[in-house]
């Protein structure tokens, strides 16, 4: 994370002067995300970052819970020259194509497109599966995991619970020098990634297995209820767009 976070924040301070309004050229229903994603906190508690020289961390990781990247939030809240420096970063070092969830990923990836970045990026952006609930339905529908083609059972929720370990340092790092500050998240993260990586084979093994169970215990529920209910081939993903267009 030291050696990450320096990187990163270099690279960020190409994208200070760079950030994008995040209301400009979307349709309604991504709109009604950013509207709520901006009114998530009042103005008194927003300009309460100005107080602090770092105000937290921003973490990119992997499915497996590995640590790709890591930056200081410099006297703000997570702005969009974070997640914008950081997937610079990964797009450079991580080739092919890539599945990303993101908060305000629906926004997100109608940001990225009018950015440099965009152009390397191959990527499909959804939200996580505990944060998109927040989303309205139609957003739901186009970015919410359990809608999307090769999300799998994965929630997308893995920096949350990084977070929650990091949590830990808060009390030691409150007072702590930049240097010293640095130093404790970089210990608590090495230790974070030398954990899953020894236990990187039970995570697979039981992803793969909860799959397979999936699988087999709900084929014959599902041939059921296809009969019962005279449901064909490809109607779910017809009812989905339906609806979809619906709302819109």
């Given at each position: 994370?030291?050696?990450?976070?320096?990187?990163?924040?270099?690279?960020?301070?190409?994208?200070?002067?760079?950030?994008?309004?995040?209301?400009?050229?979307?349709?309604?229903?991504?709109?009604?995300?950013?509207?709520?994603?901006?009114?998530?906190?009042?103005?008194?508690?927003?300009?309460?970052?100005?107080?602090?020289?770092?105000?937290?961390?921003?973490?990119?990781?992997?499915?497996?819970?590995?640590?790709?990247?890591?930056?200081d939030m410099v006297a703000s809240g997570e702005l969009l020259k974070y997640?914008?420096?950081?997937?610079?970063?990964?797009?450079?070092?991580?080739?092919?194509?890539?599945?990303?969830g993101y908060d305000i990923g629906c926004v997100f990836k109608k940001t990225?497109?009018?950015?440099?970045?965009?152009?390397?990026?191959?990527?499909?952006?959804?939200?996580?599966?505990?944060?998109?609930?927040?989303?309205?339905?139609?957003?739901?529908?186009?970015?919410?995991?359990?809608?999307?083609?090769?999300?799998?059972?994965?929630?997308?929720?893995?920096?949350?619970?990084?977070?929650?370990?990091?949590?830990?340092?808060?009390?030691?790092?409150?007072?702590?020098?930049?240097?010293?500050?640095?130093?404790?998240?970089?210990?608590?993260?090495?230790?974070?990634d030398s954990d899953k990586y020894a236990s990187l084979g039970n995570f697979?093994?039981?992803?793969?297995?909860?799959?397979?169970?999936?699988?087999?215990?709900?084929?014959?529920?599902?041939?059921?209820?296809?009969?019962?209910?005279?449901?064909?081939?490809?109607?779910?993903?017809?009812?989905?767009?339906?609806?979809?267009?619906?709302?819109?």
């Amino acid at each position: 994370m030291q050696r990450a976070a320096g990187e990163a924040q270099e690279e960020i301070g190409e994208w200070v002067t760079k950030n994008v309004d995040i209301g400009q050229g979307l349709d309604g229903v991504i709109s009604i995300c950013v509207e709520r994603w901006k009114a998530n906190a009042d103005d008194s508690k927003k300009g309460m970052f100005n107080c602090f020289e770092e105000s937290g961390i921003f973490l990119a990781c992997c499915r497996h819970g590995l640590i790709l990247i890591g930056c200081d939030m410099v006297a703000s809240g997570e702005l969009l020259k974070y997640p914008l420096a950081v997937l610079s970063h990964i797009s450079q070092k991580i080739p092919g194509r890539k599945m990303i969830g993101y908060d305000i990923g629906c926004v997100f990836k109608k940001t990225i497109t009018r950015t440099s970045i965009g152009k390397q990026l191959d990527a499909q952006f959804v939200v996580p599966a505990m944060h998109g609930y927040a989303h309205n339905r139609p957003c739901q529908l186009k970015h919410h995991p359990k809608y999307v083609l090769g999300a799998g059972i994965e929630d997308f929720e893995t920096c949350e619970r990084t977070f929650s370990l990091t949590n830990h340092c808060t009390s030691i790092t409150r007072l702590a020098t930049a240097y010293h500050r640095h130093q404790i998240i970089d210990m608590q993260l090495r230790q974070c990634d030398s954990d899953k990586y020894a236990s990187l084979g039970n995570f697979m093994l039981n992803n793969y297995t909860q799959a397979l169970k999936i699988v087999d215990e709900y084929r014959d529920i599902f041939s059921q209820v296809y009969n019962l209910q005279h449901i064909k081939s490809g109607d779910f993903e017809t009812w989905q767009k339906e609806e979809g267009d619906y709302l819109s």
